[in-house]
Nanobody, 115 residues
Framework: QVQLVESGGDLVQAGGSLRLSCAAS????????MAWHRQAPGKQRELVAV???????NYVDSVKGRFTISRDDAKNTISLQMNNLKAEDTAVYYC?????????WGQGTQVTVSS
């Protein structure tokens, strides 16, 4: 089984930066795709960024140029560097692991951006 623990969420002013981390433990496959999702109050959960096992990354349009997803397979972690944060980035951010029939989510970390 795989477990995911996110960290790094905080209250930040608009224009500021945060770095989220997700530590994975258990039976980790280096072939797994990893992703960050977010859910704002009253809204559906949305995909923010995804990174493949080869390191190829894709982003939702609203964060392109501001967010960067990365992975460190040696440490079993993924990160989300978030720059130039906006009020609309306020949400609970979730890490996700997808591989071989497993679809695992972390418990989430709160990001609040004040305008």
């Amino acid at each position: 089984q795989v477990q995911l623990v996110e960290s790094g969420g905080d209250l930040v002013q608009a224009g500021g930066s945060l770095r989220l981390s997700c530590a994975a433990s258990g039976s980790i496959s280096r072939l797994a795709a990893m992703a960050w999702h977010r859910q704002a109050p009253g809204k559906q959960r949305e995909l923010v960024a995804v990174i493949s096992s080869s390191g190829s990354a894709n982003y939702v349009d609203s964060v392109k140029g501001r967010f960067t997803i990365s992975r460190d397979d040696a440490k079993n972690t993924i990160s989300l560097q978030m720059n130039n944060l906006k009020a609309e980035d306020t949400a609970v951010y979730y890490c996700r692991y997808v591989q071989g029939g497993y679809d695992i989510w972390g418990q989430g970390t709160q990001v609040t951006v004040s305008s």
